[in-house]
């Protein structure tokens, strides 16, 4: 188990064998974030991209209570002006540039940003408890970093809609069955079955893992004949790693793989 110094206590990250946990650790604020933490996520974010052995990351917080309720509106002035804010570096875009694949494992409430930060994820595990809510809408605002471009995308536009227009809460159970949520574990249950999610993952080829993250999100928004094409160099690009000549062989000797990267 290794961790990471120079990051503020209010987010924690460790590495255990290929799998990376990122917790934001504010559980008396609901996990709120506040600038300090952004500044953080850029410097786990360019780690991690930068770090082979991470094959895989979790991201979670702190508590049952919430996964997060976003931005922490009493510090959303130290982002200073109007201009400022537009052009800030923030958290929930800079964890989109993950390469590796993301799992969020969520429990409580996961608002606005922190709503946001659920969807920038690749898989989304909750417990029964969680709550969901674009929630900006009734303070006078909307999303500002995802909820209006990702939701219609997991989701039907008018269920997309309904959350964006209302702000009211959506329970887990309504969450899975509008497809914003992947899976619903109990609390006991749940540190467990994202534990085995990973290091399934982890387990598997990174370059292809990452190759298929990153073709999954160039399907939304590539026309479909593009992207199959793409999807077919990459395939070929795959045969060219000493990964591929490792899975041929561990297929043909019955043993299981021992992929490297490369």
């Given at each position: ?10 987010l924690?990250?460790?590495?255990d ?63 200073g002006?109007n ?32 709503l946001?930060?659920?969807l ?45 227009l ?43 893992s990452?190759?298929a993250?990153h073709?999954v ?9 593009v992207g ?5 160099d ?27 990267g490369?």
């Amino acid at each position: 188990m290794s961790t990471l110094p120079g990051l503020p206590d209010e987010l924690l990250y460790e590495q255990d064998g290929a799998v990376a946990t990122i917790t934001l650790n504010r559980p008396e604020k609901l996990n709120t974030m506040t600038p300090a933490m952004g500044k953080a996520i850029i410097q786990l974010v360019t780690y991690i991209n930068n770090e082979e052995s991470v094959r895989v990351v979790i991201l979670t917080g702190t508590g049952s209570r919430a996964f997060s309720a976003g931005s922490d509106i009493k510090v959303l002035d130290d982002y200073g002006s109007n201009w400022q804010l537009r052009n800030r570096i923030d958290y929930a875009r800079e964890l989109w540039k993950i390469r590796k694949p993301v799992i969020a494992k969520i429990r409580g409430y996961c608002i606005g940003g922190g709503l946001e930060m659920a969807l920038m994820s690749d898989i989304r595990y909750a417990t029964p408890d969680s709550r969901f809510a674009a929630g900006e809408i009734k303070l006078g605002w909307h999303g500002g970093a995802g909820n209006t471009q990702l939701l219609p995308r997991v989701m039907s536009p008018g269920r997309a809609l309904e959350m964006l227009l209302t702000g009211d809460m959506v329970s887990a159970a309504e969450a899975q069955d509008w497809g914003l949520v992947d899976r619903i574990f109990d609390d006991a249950d749940i540190d467990a079955k994202v534990a085995d999610l990973a290091a399934r993952i982890a387990g598997n080829a990174p370059i292809a893992s990452e190759l298929a993250k990153h073709l999954v999100r160039v399907s939304m928004s590539t026309a479909v004949d593009v992207g199959l094409q793409y999807e077919n160099d990459t395939f070929a690009y795959c045969f060219t790693t000493e990964d591929s000549d490792e899975g041929r062989a561990a297929f043909a000797e019955k043993r299981r793989p021992n992929f490297r990267g490369r």
